[in-house]
């Protein structure tokens, strides 16, 4: 949380609280039990243009970089999305601007079902 590629993406201090008590409160357990990994072949970035259904992209101006970087190439490679960058948020948009980010999902599905 306090790594600045992270901690410079939450633009609400509210949000931004809220969300550092739910990862103080989360245990971590993933991180510290080792599990069995599969890797897939191809890999799963070698595979994306074989998406082939609607797919909507979300991110915010201020998201982390590499979250920046994968929503383009999510956009450039799978043939039908639609990326939308959310303004004045971050990484948090869900939590920093839940109306916008809800209508967001509620306008795409709602042209899938017209397309």
């Given at each position: 949380m306090q790594a600045p590629f992270f901690a410079n993406t939450i633009r609400d201090s509210a949000a931004g609280a809220q969300f550092r008590r739910i990862a103080t409160d989360?245990?971590?357990?993933?991180?510290s039990h080792s599990s069995p990994q599969c890797f897939l072949e191809p890999s799963a970035a070698g595979r994306i243009a074989e998406i082939h259904v609607p797919t909507?992209?979300?991110?915010?101006?201020?998201?982390i970089p590499a979250c920046l970087e994968i929503a383009d190439l999510l956009?450039?490679?799978?043939?039908?999305?639609r990326k939308v960058v959310m303004t004045d948020t971050g990484h948090l948009m869900h939590m920093e601007k839940p109306d916008e980010f809800n209508?967001?999902?509620v306008d795409f599905i709602r042209n899938v079902g017209d397309g």
């Open positions: 989360y245990s971590w357990w993933a991180l909507l992209i979300l991110t915010a101006v201020y998201d956009d450039e490679s799978v043939p039908d999305s209508q967001h999902l």
